[in-house]
């Protein structure tokens, strides 16, 4: 799910932009925050467009999307479903990822960045979910967060995608789109986080995750984000659009 972060310094018309979504704790230049009833408006676009957006990266349950969550830190999800479409076939629940082993896991996902990293995390979760909890994975995020390689933003994809609970996880794309339009303006992830979830309204928070990651990678991309094509320009506040 988290990609490279790229620059945040669109160049428009041969020069550069200044910065409005930073990054994380560094100082923003952002407009205000869009009113309520704009807010509203933009999500109901997305909606209408969207109505049942869907994750990229591939699983067959909630144990697969944690594994390809982990393995999608600093990396793309295309990488992520390139290495698991084969892992998966030999691997797809605790007790297996275990037999398999770090070094047998680490030669199946070798192309995604800090594989030995994930490899060793990957067993250590499996053999925790296996020896503590049943080979379930818990919809619980004090639990999930005490996962090896499992932070607040994993845990967040885990229950939004798997268990349907209404949260945000806050990736390059949700925090530069956040700050762009802007929905929030957070110096952290999890700031931003608290913020877009106290924001938004409860009917759209089970697919506002997805919603801003799309329109993040597909759309208002980093560098120059692709705002003639953009269902939401006439409402966004981004002062460096790429309208001609």
């Given amino acids: 799910m988290a990609d490279r972060k ?7 018309r041969g020069r550069s932009a200044a910065p409005v979504a930073a990054a994380p704790g560094r100082r923003l230049k952002v407009a205000n925050p869009v009113d309520d009833a704009t807010l509203i408006e933009i999500l109901t676009r997305f909606e209408t467009a969207n109505p049942s957006p869907r994750g990229e990266l591939e699983h067959t349950d909630p144990y697969t999307l944690l594994v390809a969550v982990v393995l999608s830190a600093q990396a793309t999800d295309k ?7 084969e892992l998966f076939k030999v691997a797809r629940t605790p007790a297996e990822m275990v037999a398999l082993g770090e070094e047998r896991l680490a030669e199946y996902i070798r192309k995604i960045g800090l594989y030995r990293t994930k490899a060793k995390n990957v067993i250590a979760l499996s053999r925790i979910l296996l020896e503590e909890h049943g080979s379930v994975v818990p919809p619980a995020r004090a639990v999930l967060e005490a996962l090896p390689g499992v932070g ?12 349907g609970e209404p949260t945000i996880a806050v990736d390059t794309h949700v925090f530069r789109v956040s700050h762009r339009i802007p929905i929030v303006i957070g110096r952290t992830p999890d700031e931003v986080q608290a913020r877009l979830e106290k924001r938004i309204p409860h009917r759209f928070l089970a697919h506002a995750h997805h919603w801003l990651i799309l329109h993040g990678r597909y759309v208002c991309k980093a560098r120059t984000p692709e705002c003639p094509r953009c269902l939401i320009n006439d409402l966004c506040r981004y002062p460096a659009k790429t309208l001609p």
Wanted: charged share 10%; glycine share 0%; no cysteine.
């Fill in 6 to 12: 790229p620059s945040t310094t669109p160049k428009i």
């Fill in 79 to 85: 990488s992520v479903n390139l290495a698991t479409a």
């Fill in 152 to 163: 607040r933003k994993t845990a967040s994809v885990v229950l939004n995608v798997a268990f």
